[in-house]
């Protein structure tokens, strides 16, 4: 029954599930279409719960910066503690813990950060040396593959350290194998679907967590002080198990390559299918590294500074548009108690106590009253006079919010930073050592199947080759 005062209410005729299998097949269609029938905000019941959707931009202000009454701590917990097997942080065993694990990100900003970002250029040269420097003849591979297999390494052994057997990179594709296949079970864990529903997913995770475990963990060499600093915070823990601990570990490498991974090959992709960006993109490439004096070739020992990275302009404002494109996050806070959400214009909302309040931005991504022709790919997009454009518009008014791959507020991607300079320089040293161009011209799409839960993946992969650049 709804109150005087709350939003409408869309409750589907199937008990329990509402609107849950509809919104599961296409959340971004399903949402335009009750916007046109209900206004910017309404209630949908899906599976159990009601969530309330905020589809104004210019109202996200008031849901972000109200984290009072609209908290997102307890609900990432239970989540993320069942889909990646540790206890939750909030039953009371853990005190503080939560917020310490949110200091120790303080490592994936500022001087960390630049350590950080060199050890991931040195780790990607060699991995392209190691991978790639034959290819004086056109290699082909398929470039999903090739993004996972290129990206995942670099980024463990950057956070984590080098595997130093004689087979570290076997060691290393194994883990990335079973990573694959937990991953592909990612979105049901993520709606709540118990694990033993899922295939041989169980037997999978803990064997990745296994890997974690502090007697693996150990043998690693030159690992990143972030992991580093939640290794030592976890000990403070007696009631942290050993197979907790690992779990954690593993949680925090699906953070760090989970969306990672799917964005580098979006970015890849589109620049393969838009020839005029990728001229763009590789003479701005071309262009830094004349001007540093430093050469592409045989010894891939470029090193690039945070300046430098961000002054990529071209090559960022490329990122970005394919993370427009791809991106599908639902930024999630659940009220603490019954209470009226005051909104701009005088406009007020009753929530009660337990709903979900969900901001969609893919919707924003996707309208073509902020992004004109919001279907096409403009590598440009976020450029204006050469410098970059951070302003855009929604019908004549300025939008504080407009790009949203990393989520909002309390609950923002701690390793954005990080990530987009992981992906720039991917980028960075491809355009710079190989000519690339794509090797199938079928489309490719992006799979809705995780809708709402970050980057989408690609529907099928496709074949691309590189050759070494004369
Ligand atoms: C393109 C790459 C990435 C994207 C699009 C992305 C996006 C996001 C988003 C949307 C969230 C919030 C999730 C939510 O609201 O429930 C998040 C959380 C998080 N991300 Fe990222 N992320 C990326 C890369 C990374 C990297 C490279 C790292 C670490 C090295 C990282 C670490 C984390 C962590 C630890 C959290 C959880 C934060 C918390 O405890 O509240 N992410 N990410």
């Known amino acids: ?14 008990p329990y599930l509402g609107k849950a299998l509809i919104f599961r097949k296409d959340a971004y269609k399903f949402l335009l279409d009750q916007q046109k029938k209900f206004g910017d905000i309404f209630t949908v019941r899906i599976a159990g719960r009601y969530i309330t959707f905020i589809m104004d931009p210019f109202q996200y202000v008031y849901i972000i910066r109200n984290s009072k009454q609209l908290e997102f701590h307890e609900f990432a917990d239970k989540m993320a503690s069942k889909t990646f097997d540790y206890p939750p942080l909030s039953k009371g065993n853990f005190p503080d813990l939560k917020e310490n694990l949110h200091r120790v990100y303080q490592y994936l900003q500022g001087k960390p950060l630049d350590i950080l970002s060199d050890h991931m250029m040195k780790n990607l040269q060699d991995i392209f040396e190691w991978k790639c420097s034959q290819a004086t003849d056109w290699e082909t591979e398929k470039m999903y593959k090739f993004c996972c297999s290129v990206m995942f390494e670099a980024s463990f052994v950057t956070l984590y350290g080098r595997v130093p057997a004689a087979d570290g990179h076997k060691v290393i594709s194994e883990i990335r194998d079973k990573f694959i296949k937990f991953d592909a079970s990612f979105p049901y864990l993520a709606a709540n679907i118990p694990i033993e529903l899922l295939g041989a997913t169980k037997k999978v995770r803990k064997e990745l967590i296994h890997n974690f475990l502090l007697q693996n963990m150990t043998k690693w060499l030159g690992g990143s002080k972030v992991v580093q600093a939640r290794q030592d915070l976890f000990e403070k823990y007696e009631l942290l198990g050993d197979y907790d601990k690992a779990a954690h570990h593993f949680a925090f490498l699906w953070a760090s390559v989970g969306n990672t991974i799917p964005a580098t090959f979006w970015a890849m992709y589109y620049l393969l ?3 005029e960006a990728l001229a763009a993109v590789r ?3 071309d262009h830094l590294l004349q001007s540093t004096g430093q050469k592409r070739g045989p010894a891939y020992d470029i090193h690039l500074t945070r300046e430098q990275l ?13 993370l427009r494109m791809c991106s599908s996050s639902m930024n999630i806070r659940i009220s603490q108690e019954d209470f009226i959400l005051k909104l701009e214009g005088n406009q007020e909302f009753g929530l009660r106590k337990g ?14 009253e902020v992004y004109e022709d919001p279907k096409e790919y403009k590598f440009d997009r976020y450029i204006e006079n050469g410098k970059k454009k951070t302003t855009f518009y929604k019908a004549g008014r300025k939008l504080k919010y407009f790009l949203m791959p990393f989520g909002s507020g309390i609950s923002m991607c701690p390793g954005r930073f990080l990530a987009m300079n992981e992906m720039k320089m991917f980028l960075f040293l491809l355009l710079a050592h190989f000519d690339v161009e794509l090797a199938e011209n079928k489309a490719v799409r992006l799979d809705n199947s995780r809708m709402g839960l970050g980057i989408l993946l690609p529907d099928v992969d496709i074949a691309f080759r590189y050759k070494l650049r004369s």
């Open 283 to 285: 003479d701005e490439i």
């Open 310 to 322: 961000d002054n990529l302009v071209y090559l960022e404002s490329a990122l970005n548009e394919s």
């Open 1 to 14: 029954n709804r109150k005087i005062g709350e939003p409408p209410l869309i409750n589907g005729w199937i």
């Open 273 to 275: 299918r838009h020839p």
């Open 355 to 368: 709903d979900w309040i969900a901001l969609y931005p893919q919707i924003l991504h996707m309208d073509p």
